[in-house]
């Protein structure tokens, strides 16, 4: 190779890593990382109110009361934790993108600045480490892959905390960077013609991660399906309603078919079998009540059927007891439920029948699922054979 070919290569490889003047004159630094972390924060909190909310409602904790209506609560609260993740990505990359040149910095020779600048870089690589965990995991979980072997559940619900404490953490170290950040103008040079400014590259970033809520979540609301183009359902299914898991998936096909059917209550006065007769001749009541799955996904349905509280008070039970749903499906982790006593004091909260008026597909669990308001989706258990009353 030439020499002159050789101190080309040189100044190209040059070129390619950052130096600090770069840092300060080209659209990333702080200026941009300031205000496009601003909104990665308030994504992230807000992913993590949503998903503890989620958390809470699944796994009940003694003494800590949870809302049961409006009854489109978890609908709002999940669409924001899948809608506020999804968000998070392009910010994340853009933000990743504007602190890049600090990322590769050599670290300083001086020992104390070092054990310090090592601190700091330990603790950016836990917030990054976890944001990604939390991401990747969260989106995979939306499109029902799991390509690891962990638990999903205990894992992003333990990751979760140290996402948002490693957040805290970075927003106090950084806040003089941060306030320093947003006192100075946008802009650090005169606008070059036919360049990108930092505001163009702010808005293109703000309409990236709007593009991404849309194409994600927009199949939740009615009209807005067809722009969907990223969502995991279609929106579609039968009697109107998505299907998560199919009764062929369930493998309860021939039990719910069987004519001998009977719901089995149980409760502190014993134990009645009922017949679809037996329910249909209660007095029946219908709700409009959203299915709205964990993994971000929501539909409407006009439910019919009997109230949770009047059947279990056929056995004694009352609406200050938990109620536990059990499917007919043999295997897998959604076959059962509990209805806080709060719930079942709800009127609505029904051992449902119909769909739309008509008897339950048998995707969507006949011939008798439980549907209840504000709600997460993987509670409303289908294909039930047995209800059981528990007194605390
Ligand atoms: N028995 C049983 N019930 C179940 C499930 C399941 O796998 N088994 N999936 C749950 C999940 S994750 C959701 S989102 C809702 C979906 O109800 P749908 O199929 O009627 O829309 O059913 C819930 N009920
Ligand atoms: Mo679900």
């Not at 205990?154 to 950084?174: F, R």
């Not at 056995?315 to 499917?327: C, E, F, L």
């Not at 011939?367 to 294909?383: E, F, H, M, S």
Request: contains cysteine; aromatic residues 6%; hydrophobic residues 45%.
């Amino acid at each position: 190779m030439s020499e002159r070919r050789l101190t080309g290569l040189a100044a190209r490889v040059d070129a390619l890593v950052p130096s600090p003047d770069d840092f300060r004159s080209d659209l990333r630094g702080p200026r941009t990382a300031a205000r496009v972390g601003a909104w990665l924060g308030v994504a992230f909190g807000v992913c993590f109110l949503t998903g503890l909310y989620s958390h809470f409602l699944q796994h009940p904790v003694a003494g800590l009361p949870l809302p049961t209506g409006p009854s489109r609560l978890y609908q709002v609260t999940q669409g924001l934790h899948v809608a506020s993740g999804t968000a998070a990505v392009p910010l994340i990359l853009v933000k990743l993108w504007s602190v890049f040149p600090r990322l590769v910095e050599r670290p300083p020779l001086d020992p104390r600045r070092l054990a310090l600048h090592l601190l700091e870089r330990g603790s950016v690589l836990l917030l990054v480490g976890a944001g990604v965990f939390q991401l990747v995991t969260g989106l995979a979980n939306s499109a029902q892959w799991y390509p690891w072997s962990f638990g999903f559940i205990s894992a992003h619900y333990a990751m979760a905390w140290v996402a948002i404490g490693s957040v805290v953490v970075h927003v106090a170290v950084k806040l003089p960077v941060v306030r320093e950040a947003f006192g100075a103008p946008l802009e650090t040079r005169p606008a070059t013609p036919g360049a990108p400014s930092r505001r163009t590259l702010l808005r293109t970033t703000w309409l990236s991660a709007a593009v991404a809520v849309v194409a994600t979540t927009s199949v939740g609301v009615p009209g807005l399906r067809r722009v969907a183009v990223l969502a995991v359902r279609s929106g579609e299914g039968p009697q109107g309603v998505p299907v998560n898991r199919s009764a062929v998936g369930a493998q309860v096909v021939d039990v719910i078919d069987d004519p001998g059917w009977r719901l089995r209550v149980t409760g502190p006065d014993g134990m009645v079998e009922l017949s679809l007769e037996d329910l249909r001749a209660m007095p029946q009541r219908e709700a409009v009540l959203p299915i709205a799955c964990v993994e971000g996904w929501s539909a409407d349905g006009t439910w019919g059927g009997v109230s949770v509280l009047d059947v279990v008070a056929r056995v004694g039970g009352t609406a200050q007891d938990d109620v536990v749903v059990r499917s007919l499906q043999a295997r897998g982790g959604y076959r059962e439920s509990t209805l806080p006593a709060a719930w079942v004091g709800e009127p609505d909260s029904l051992l449902a029948l119909t769909l739309g008026g008509e008897p339950l597909h048998p995707d969507h669990g006949y011939p008798c699922r439980l549907i209840a308001p504000a709600r997460p989706g993987v509670l409303q258990t289908k294909w039930l054979g047995e209800v059981e009353v528990v007194r605390a």
